[in-house]
């Protein structure tokens, strides 16, 4: 058999030269408009979708020179004008593009969650490593200044010994949305449940050794197929607890606290990219309040990959990193549905977020969106 090369695109280039694949909400408002701050080191040169007016308009806007159908995919990929792709597709699609990416010896930025089954998200992290290509799971709060001085501050130990986490993500989706749809790999814990989960690993430095989740829904058509809202509980080493609720039937909340033996961090609007987030940290009953201003969530993601792709540095929120989100996610489903609590697979993580990987850029200015629309109600 034949060895696979690592490829050669991007190691004598200055900047890594991106395709977006996908042009919906996430990428018109947030990834797209990234590119002008991430520009010392990421480039953007094609765009994938099947809208034609989609590709026109947004092509013009960014100057972007190459625009591609998803029949075309493979066009873009061998095209030899593409190092990388952030792809930014429904759920379901996350593993066939980012494998196909990968033998065509693309690097591979993708959106969260990974896959929709573990066994999808280690096709994808096998697929990276036979052909030699950086992956990283986009989690854009691995590098942002708020949850990262929460991550200092509970490292430093001011608050004692952390024991719980409680966080709520919650917000009104709209009827015949993408993440209504169970086979597009819809539900509450894969889009914003999730974050919950990822903080909770990230502030406790370790890994849940068993969940258990209750699921429940109204008669809201809007939820024929997917959980109107799971409450979750995670069990970690040392007997700590992490539990949080995530919902799609219910106003715009966003928030997590983290209890200490002497203290508590509180957090307002953690898990949002266009909104200010407040930090309160209590002890010893006095209360510190600080603000953090909005920001680029997106473009840090960008620089961060792109200088591991120049520099050939493994990034830290990896392929491991998504799947372990996806193997809890799976769990806390069959939990609901077995009405049980399940021990989960253990996976190792040598490498967490820390304040050495915040970037911070300004704010990206508002679009108007193209066939596309924001998630929740007005």
Not at 19 to 29: C, D, E, K, P, S
Not at 160 to 168: C, D, K, Q, V, Y
Not at 302 to 317: A, I, N, Q, R, T
Not at 357 to 364: A, F, G, K, S
Request: hydrophobic letters at 35%; glycine letters at 6%.
């Amino acid at each position: 058999m034949k060895t696979k090369e690592k490829p050669k695109a991007s190691s004598a280039r200055r900047s890594v030269r991106y395709a977006v694949v996908g042009l919906g909400h996430i990428a018109q408002v947030a990834v797209l408009p990234a590119f002008r701050h991430a520009r010392s080191n990421s480039e953007l040169v094609a765009l994938v979708s099947n809208d034609p007016v989609k590709q026109r308009r947004l092509g013009d806007q960014y100057r972007v020179p190459e625009t591609y159908t998803y029949e075309e995919y493979e066009l873009c990929l061998r095209s030899g004008d593409v190092d990388a792709v952030y792809i930014a597709l429904p759920n379901n699609l996350h593993r066939e593009f980012a494998v196909r990416a990968a033998r065509a010896g693309v690097h591979v930025l993708c959106e969260k969650p990974l896959a929709v089954t573990e066994e999808d998200c280690e096709e994808i992290i096998r697929a990276c490593a036979e052909y030699h290509v950086k992956l990283m799971t986009a989690y854009r709060l691995h590098f942002n200044r708020a949850n990262l001085e929460a991550v200092k501050i509970l490292k430093s130990g001011r608050i004692g010994e952390p024991r719980i986490f409680n966080s709520l993500f919650t917000m009104q989706v709209r009827e015949g949305n993408i993440r209504l749809k169970k086979e597009l790999g819809g539900g509450t814990l894969y889009d914003i449940g999730i974050y919950c989960i990822n903080a909770a690993r990230y502030l406790f430095r370790a890994e849940p050794i068993e969940v258990f989740a209750f699921s429940a829904k109204n008669d809201d058509e809007r939820f024929r197929e997917v959980d109107e809202m799971t409450t979750a509980v995670l069990r970690f080493p040392d007997d700590r607890l992490a539990n949080f609720t995530s919902s799609f039937g219910a106003a715009d909340t966003a928030m997590y606290q983290v209890i200490g033996t002497k203290g508590m961090l509180c957090m307002d609007k953690p898990y949002e990219y266009a909104e200010e987030v407040e930090l309160e940290l209590t002890v010893n009953g006095r209360a510190q309040r600080r603000t953090f201003a909005r920001g680029d969530q997106f473009a840090p993601e960008l620089l961060y990959f792109s200088d591991c792709v120049l520099k050939d540095k493994e990034p830290e929120p990896s392929g491991i990193e998504g799947l372990i989100d996806v193997h809890i996610i799976r769990s806390l489903y069959k939990s609901a549905k077995i009405g049980r609590p399940i021990k989960l697979s253990q996976l190792s993580r040598r490498r967490r977020p820390n304040k050495r990987q915040e970037i911070t850029r300004p704010p990206v200015e508002k679009r108007e969106e193209i066939h596309a629309e924001a998630p929740t109600r007005e």
